[in-house]
């Protein structure tokens, strides 16, 4: 079976803290991804990275890094949390090449208060 | 870049027959992705057309037309459980595979 996992189901931080979500697959998969999904504004692409320690900027970066160390994790970066980056946060991985899906993790639901 | 249009709301009822739209404008597409979302879970891959025409899978079926930007997603003989988010997602071709995401439609089914 497939598997995505992130590191916290729900998450309460507060303003300013540095905060950390991890993921990790176990397909072997080049690309990794993280999307923040809002009501109204669908899955947005915050950064993805197709090898180890390569990333490429998504539609919405301000705010995140990323830090892709092995191939199996991906990790996003809040530098300094505030309460707009309140939000589902899903991982996802896929292939490189042909007509792969793309397997996203449970999600996490970051509260910034 | 991308642009991906489908309507944020749909209801149907229960046994009939729903195509869900999208389109989208692409720079250099490599492939349309369908997406299904219940409420506070993940999305799961329901299709993939790449190639104009049908795909179909059980009663789930997708079409694409690449000359027109526009693919639908067919549900037949809809079912309680077929109430979710369906989401469109376009390949870009110069990205590494990076998909862009419609923002879903809301398929309500009622008895």
């Known amino acids: 079976d497939v598997k995505v996992t992130q590191s916290s189901r729900y998450l309460v931080k507060r303003t300013g803290e540095k905060v950390f979500l991890e993921c990790v697959q176990d397909?072997?998969?080049?690309?990794m991804f993280w999307y923040r999904q809002d009501p109204g504004l669908g899955l947005r692409l915050i950064y993805f990275?197709?090898?180890?320690?390569?990333?490429e900027k998504g539609d919405i970066p301000e705010g995140y890094s990323v830090s892709r160390e092995k191939k199996e994790r991906f990790s996003l970066i809040l530098e300094s949390a505030s309460t707009n980056q309140t939000s589902m946060y899903l991982c996802?991985?896929?292939?490189?090449?042909?007509?792969?899906?793309?397997?996203f993790g449970q999600g996490t639901r970051l509260t910034v208060v | 870049g991308q642009n991906i249009d489908q309507p944020t709301e749909m209801t149907a009822t229960e046994g009939a027959i729903v195509q869900i739209n999208c389109t989208y404008q692409?720079?250099?597409?490599?492939?349309l992705f369908w997406y299904q979302q219940h409420a506070g879970e993940a999305p799961t891959f329901l299709s993939y057309n790449v190639l104009d025409g049908l795909e179909e899978k059980g009663r789930f079926s997708s079409f694409l037309s690449r000359s027109k930007g526009y693919s639908y997603l067919l549900l037949k003989e809809l079912q309680m459980k077929d109430s979710a988010s369906y989401l469109c997602?376009?390949?870009?071709?110069?990205?590494?595979?990076?998909?862009?995401f419609g923002d879903g439609t809301t398929l309500t089914v009622k008895p």
């Open positions: 996802a991985s896929s292939f490189i090449k042909g007509n792969t899906e793309a397997f």
């Open positions: 397909m072997d998969h080049e690309n």
């Open positions: 692409t720079s250099g597409f490599n492939g």
């Open positions: 997602a376009v390949r870009d071709y110069t990205n590494a595979g990076k998909s862009t």
């Open positions: 990275s197709y090898d180890v320690k390569m990333k």
